[in-house]
C-alpha cells in the first residue's frame, strides 16, 4: 500500500472547497446510516495504487474542524475520487440492540452512487473473507439509499 494521491489536474483548484464537498459526503452517508454507532470504511483505487481509510461516528455527524484524524484520513480518501481515483465505500451502523446494518456505495468525483444488499454483501465477502462465521449473525445487508 502505499500513500501516494493523484494530484488535481486543474489551475483552479480549491483546498476548502474540496474538504466541504468531501465532508457533506461523509454527512449524508451518516444520516442514511441511521442511529447507532457508525463504522466508516472507504478503499480508494487509482492506476496501480490503492488506499484504505476507516473511522468512527458515535452521535451528531463531526463537522471538518472537529480534530478527528481517522476521520481526516477517510475524508482524504473519499476526495481523492475529485482527482480520477474511485472508491468504495461501506457503513456498519451499529444499533443498542446489537443490530447491525451494512450497505456500500461506489464513489467517483465525490459522487455516491448506492450498491445493492446483494451487491454490499459481496463487498463485506471480500473485505472479511468467506468463513463460516461469515457474515455475523445480527448483520442485515440492505440497499443503499441514494445520497442528497
Given amino acids: ?45 487509482w492506476e496501480d495504487r490503492y488506499r484504505e481509510a476507516e473511522c468512527f461516528i458515535d452521535g451528531p455527524v463531526p463537522d471538518e474542524y472537529e480534530p478527528n484524524e481517522a476521520l481526516v484520513e477517510t475524508a482524504g480518501v473519499l476526495a481523492t475520487t475529485a482527482m480520477g481515483a474511485r472508491a468504495m465505500l461501506t457503513t456498519r451502523t451499529m444499533r443498542t440492540d446489537g443490530a447491525v446494518t451494512f450497505m456500500s456505495w461506489m ?34 445487508f440492505v440497499d443503499a439509499p441514494a445520497l442528497t
Fill in 107 to 140: 464513489v467517483s468525483d465525490l459522487k455516491a452512487h448506492p450498491a445493492t444488499a446483494e451487491q454490499s454483501r459481496t463487498a463485506y465477502r471480500m473485505c472479511e473473507g468467506d468463513g463460516p462465521d461469515l457474515p455475523e449473525p445480527a448483520m442485515s
Fill in 1 to 45: 500500500m502505499t500513500n501516494d494521491v493523484p494530484a488535481p489536474d486543474v489551475t483552479d483548484f480549491s483546498p476548502a472547497l474540496l474538504a466541504r464537498r468531501t465532508m457533506n459526503l461523509v454527512r449524508s452517508v451518516a444520516r442514511a446510516a441511521g442511529e447507532g454507532y457508525l463504522h466508516l470504511t472507504v478503499v480508494g483505487v
